[in-house]
């Protein structure tokens, strides 16, 4: 099978059958029913090792908006890695399992004060603030509970990642973080190291985007923050010791992607950090990154099963499953591909293109 496509143990056994971890697909549906996410927690488990050994000098934090629950909570813990939540709910998750608070990062462009309270309550490690009015209430609320919170400031460091426009994140049009071309970002460093009472500023954040398939973009990132890591040094006589480029590895999810390699991609955000702070005299900032699909997308597929088969003479055929935009609203939302694969038997018919199709009652609600 298709390596980057499908989870490491997946194959089709001599009843032309797909397994996944060894177990026929037909014999899970029949237990828990379809539609289905099947994870190979194996890959799961040794895509977070493959990211811990690549980045063993630094910080991977697993997003969790990838895909969470308390099972893939605590396997990440068990394999080192640290874990970024986005909403109360994902860090209601952690806390569900003793998640490690240390470990945990909480980013979010709204996050609300209830939310903010329960975070810093739990002790989570670092706060990532996104706006001007959020550093203010994340001091008050520090204050409120007699700690010094940790926290990351949230910067938009002006790269077009080559990606689809609802997933790019490092253009100066956009509802995260702060702007670096605009000064905004530095304000936000003022101010956060005028809140030291409350405030621990330990580094920089930049997220560009997902599905990059292209390091160019995490490069001129990774140079642009630390030209700032500089400014700061010069504004305010302090070096930050940490720097977090967030995630936005693509993967493969037809056989058209070509992922780029996580050593490969360690190897070269290390030598332009490390350049880059030599040439500035900075010492290198430990390094965080957010990986989210490239550890939990390969390793897991969605199971559906055929109802109905209509065909349109002349036009097409529709293939209809019994799931959709209510499992995966990616196809609906932004025309996201996916590899479709006939699991359960070979089968004898001659191949024709048809269109495979959710069962909602929208027209995009197309697989
Ligand atoms: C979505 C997101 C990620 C993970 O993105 P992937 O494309 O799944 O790697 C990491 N950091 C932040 C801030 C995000 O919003």
Redesign the pocket.
């Known amino acids: 099978m298709e390596d980057a496509l499908w989870p490491a143990s997946a194959a089709v056994d001599a009843d032309g059958v797909l397994r996944v971890g060894g177990l026929r697909v037909d014999a899970l549906a029949a237990e828990f029913a379809t539609p289905a996410y099947i994870l190979d927690t194996d890959d799961f488990r040794a895509r977070c090792r493959a990211w811990r050994s690549a980045f063993t000098d630094g910080d991977v934090y697993y ?1 969790g ?2 895909l969470l629950s308390r099972s893939i909570a605590r396997w990440v813990a068990a394999e080192g890695l640290s874990l ?1 939540v ?1 909403t109360g709910g994902e860090l209601g998750v952690a806390e569900a399992v003793g998640f490690p608070p240390e470990r945990l990062l909480f ?1 979010g462009n709204n996050k609300s004060i209830a939310e903010l309270r329960r975070a810093v309550a739990y002790g989570v490690g670092r706060i990532v603030v996104d706006s001007f009015v959020e550093i203010s209430r994340l001091a008050a609320v520090a204050a409120q509970a007699g700690v010094r919170q940790r926290v990351f400031v949230r910067v938009t460091p002006g790269v077009e990642a080559h990606t689809h426009h609802y997933v790019a ?1 490092g253009q100066e049009d956009q509802k995260f973080g702060f702007s670096l071309a605009s000064g905004a970002a530095a304000e936000a460093i003022r101010r956060v190291l005028a809140a030291s009472d409350h405030l621990e500023l330990v580094g920089t954040h930049a ?1 560009i985007g ?2 990059i398939f292209d390091t160019a973009g995490f490069g001129l990132a990774a140079h642009r923050m630390v030209g700032l890591l500089a400014v700061v040094r010069d504004a305010h006589g302090v070096e930050l010791p940490e720097l977090d480029l ?4 693509g993967i493969a999810y037809t056989g058209e992607d070509a992922p780029l390699d996580v050593a490969d991609v360690a190897d070269r955000l290390r030598t332009i950090v490390g350049k880059e702070c030599a040439a500035a005299g900075l010492a290198v900032p430990r390094l965080a990154v ?5 550890i939990s997308g390969p390793s897991a597929i969605t199971l559906y099963e055929v109802g109905t088969v209509k065909e349109l003479p002349g036009l097409r055929t529709y293939v209809s499953v019994d799931g959709g935009m209510s499992d995966n609203i990616r196809t609906a939302l932004y025309d996201a591909r996916y590899a479709v694969r006939l699991v359960s038997r070979h089968s004898a018919a001659v191949p024709h293109v048809v269109t495979l199709v959710g069962k909602h009652c929208e027209s995009g609600d197309v697989i």
């Open positions: 997003a908006k990838a970024d986005c980013h994140t997220h997902s599905q967030g995630g936005g590895l957010e990986p989210g699909r490239a």
